[in-house]
Every structure is written in C-alpha cells, then in structure tokens.
Nanobody
Framework: QSQLVESGGGLARPGGSLRLSCTAG?????????IAWFRQAPGKEREGISCINNSGGNIYYEDSVKGRFTVSRDDAKNTVYLQMNSLKPEDTAVYYC?????????????????????????WGQGTQVTVSS
C-alpha cells in the first residue's frame, strides 16, 4: 500500500508554531480519503488528535489541541496540513498522518472520536516535534 510522508517537525519554543505536512507516496490520491493526525509521546500510546474528511466538510479535534491546532487540505498539492500554534511542552511527540481504510462512507468520517481515530492506516515514518525552552 502507498504510504504517507510527514514533514515539518522540529524544535519549537513554548508558545511557538509549527506546520506539519502530510503528502502521499506514489499512486495515492489523497482527495479520496479522510486523513487523520496522530501523535505518540515517549512512554505513551498513540493518540488521534485531528481528522479531516475527503471533502473537508467534517473536521475533528481532540480536546487537548482544540483552539490551537488547525487541519486543512490542499488536494491540488496532494497534501494535508496541521498548523500547530501556542505549542506546549506536552505537545512533544512523534506526529503521524494516516488515511482511512473505507469502513464508513466518506461523509461519516471525522464526525467524532471513533470515526476520527479508528480504521486509519498506511502510516508514514512520522515527524518529531519537540517543544522546549
């Protein structure tokens, strides 16, 4: 299966910003899929933090990032973005994007926690985000 590629991570100060990008490997047209962002901090399980369905009409944010992170997609560039503002040390993690695997109709994705965090795969290698002063 074609994988996704994350980029844009790095070191940021508390209160700073980063923009992550999720692009598709060869053969994958992202406009057909819901894309979800996950993160995994050291010693913790991977958690889903944001999701955008194929049309962009459904967007989900986990409570800890709501109001600070913004997900968007540019299908012409085959890319989904995660704009992260007001970063906190607890945002430090490896960030991954993933695409849906078709369990639900497209309009059902990213309507709540279950449809934003389950049935996603084709993981990339992730990008490290470190928030530290």
């Amino acid at each position: 299966q074609s994988q996704l590629v994350e980029s844009g991570g790095g070191l940021a100060r508390p209160g700073g910003s980063l923009r992550l990008s999720c692009t598709a490997g060869s053969g994958l047209t992202m406009r057909y899929y819901a894309i979800a962002w996950f993160r995994q901090a050291p010693g913790k399980e991977r958690e889903g933090i944001s999701c955008i369905n194929n049309s962009g009409g459904n967007i989900y944010y986990e409570d800890s990032v709501k109001g600070r992170f913004t997900v968007s997609r540019d299908d012409a560039k085959n890319t989904v973005y995660l704009q992260m503002n007001s970063l906190k040390p607890e945002d430090t993690a490896v960030y991954y994007c993933a695409r849906d695997h078709g369990r639900w109709p497209p309009h059902k994705y990213c309507t709540g926690p279950e449809s934003s965090t389950t049935d996603f795969g084709s993981w990339g290698q992730g990008t490290q985000v470190t928030v530290s002063s």
